[in-house]
């Protein structure tokens, strides 16, 4: 079983802060994804990776292979990105259930 | 452009009752998923499905059952509840038969067992 650590579990910073959260992932995966999920509770994807690094607007992942490591980091953070954030990570057993493995997300706060 | 609907939004039970959640998809996907999350937790797969006519269990398939009626829907029952099911359900689909494509949720259903 992959063991997926997120941190850190909690951030509250101020608006316009550099934001980076982290995820480790102990067994070698095909995919990460890093999912938002809103306060009211709804999910959303941001990203699937596999290597290097992806952006989409102020939101930049990246993925070390090598070091089982990935980032999220947000640029000018505002209080709209206050959002729990979600690794998961995609590994092929052959036999056992197809699916993700999720971290226990970061809890995102910017204040004004 | 509705994409994961789950229904009902809200329930509760009490232990012993009988429930499906309902999960339809208007994306012609082809996998679809059940998770449960608990607080404290990490989303955990309950079932899955690959593609139409096929189910797999996840890491938490005990006291659950599934069924994938077309490619549309991805139904989950419990057939007798306990409080040990209380959580949020969310229903997911992604295009691709193995999770490596974006997953799509629905928006969830709080379920509380009395």
């Known amino acids: 079983k992959n063991e997926v650590e997120q941190s850190p579990q909690n951030l509250t910073a101020q608006e316009g802060e550099f934001i980076t959260i982290n995820c480790s992932y102990s067994?070698?995966?095909?995919?990460l994804h890093w999912l938002q999920q809103h306060p009211g509770g709804g999910i959303v994807s941001l990203f699937m990776?596999?290597?290097g690094k992806k952006k989409h607007g102020r939101l930049i992942a990246t993925i070390n292979i090598q070091e089982k490591h990935s980032s999220l980091h947000i640029t000018a953070s505002h209080p709209r990105d206050s959002a729990v954030y979600i690794c998961?990570?995609?590994?092929?057993?052959?036999?056992?259930?197809?699916?993700?493995?999720f971290g226990k997300g970061t809890h995102l706060i910017i204040q004004p | 452009n509705a994409g994961v609907t789950q229904t009902p939004k809200f329930q509760v039970l009490k232990t012993g009752q009988s429930m499906t959640l309902q999960c339809a998809q208007d994306?012609?996907?082809?996998?679809m998923y059940w998770y449960r999350q608990d607080p404290g937790m990490g989303l955990r797969l309950i079932y899955y499905?690959?593609?139409?006519?096929?189910?797999d269990k996840g890491e938490v398939p005990n006291g659950y059952n599934v069924s994938r009626l077309n490619k549309r829907e991805f139904s989950l029952r419990l057939e007798s509840a306990a409080p040990s099911q209380t959580s949020v359900y969310f229903c997911?689909?992604?295009?691709?038969?193995?999770?490596?494509?974006?997953?799509?949720f629905g928006a969830g259903t709080r379920l509380s067992v009395l």
């Open positions: 997911a689909s992604s295009p691709f038969r193995q999770a490596q494509g974006i997953q799509y």
């Open positions: 067994v070698g995966i095909s995919a």
């Open positions: 990776l596999s290597s």
């Open positions: 998961a990570v995609y590994w092929y057993s052959g036999g056992g259930a197809d699916g993700l493995t």
């Open positions: 994306m012609n996907h082809n996998s």
């Open positions: 499905s690959a593609s139409e006519g096929t189910t």
